[in-house]
């Protein structure tokens, strides 16, 4: 099951993660000590903290389209009722290292190390991800999201900060699941008619 608080909880996961894998990182010490200090959850303008090394912003929440028009979900202790599909979601971060040029550089490769080594998320927490009944995915896709420099550029102009090395990725799906009860099914009973020919009502 999914509530309205997975967004939050896999970008607080998210930062856990990146941060054990900066320390972790073979050769070098990129500075990560403090993983709340270290790695600020906001736009890279709001970055003022000499402690921070990186900026993890949710800069953008889509919907995910191949899973919007799900049917409705079965239940499975009861095959009279029927639940809502999930919300299904993309979440797309913007993480940009606070360091001097190569230091930054080498921040960002470890990051992309990172998500090639771990294209995906099962657990948040140390706790598996649900189906939402069976309407989602046990897990979470990771994908760098390389945006073309008039992409990037419309970005850091949103933020009206002069254009600095960053990275985008996306996660998806990300499902919430409905808070509305499972509703009552039509029954759906084959008979046969008095010609003999099956019928459904």
């Known amino acids: 099951m999914s509530s309205f608080t997975i967004i939050n909880d896999i970008t607080v996961e998210l930062r856990h993660r ?3 894998a900066m320390q972790t990182a073979l050769g070098v010490d990129l500075g990560f000590t403090d993983e709340s200090v270290n790695i600020a959850l906001a736009p890279p303008e709001d970055v003022a903290d000499t402690s921070t090394r990186l900026s993890l912003y949710l800069y953008h929440v889509g919907i995910n389209n191949s899973m919007r028009n799900q049917n409705m979900l079965p239940q499975t202790a009861r095959d009279d009722e029927l639940r809502l599909p999930p919300l299904p979601l993309e979440l797309r971060y913007l993480v940009t290292p606070t360091d001097d040029e190569e230091v930054s550089q080498l921040i960002l490769g470890r990051l992309l190390q990172f998500i090639y080594d771990n294209p ?12 939402s ?4 995915s046990r897990e979470l896709r990771l994908t760098p999201d390389l945006l073309n420099v008039e992409q ?3 970005l850091w ?3 009206s900060q002069p ?6 990725f996306q996660v998806d799906v990300v499902a919430i699941d409905s808070a509305r009860s499972p509703v009552i099914a039509p029954r759906v009973v084959d008979v046969l008619s008095v010609a003999g020919i099956k019928e459904r009502i």
């Open 120 to 131: 995906s998320l099962d657990t948040i927490g140390e706790v598996p991800l649900g189906n």
């Open 133 to 136: 009944f069976g309407g989602a």
């Open 163 to 168: 254009f600095r090395l960053s990275l985008a």
């Open 152 to 154: 990037l550029s419309q």
């Open 18 to 20: 990146i941060f054990t």
């Open 157 to 159: 102009n949103a933020f």
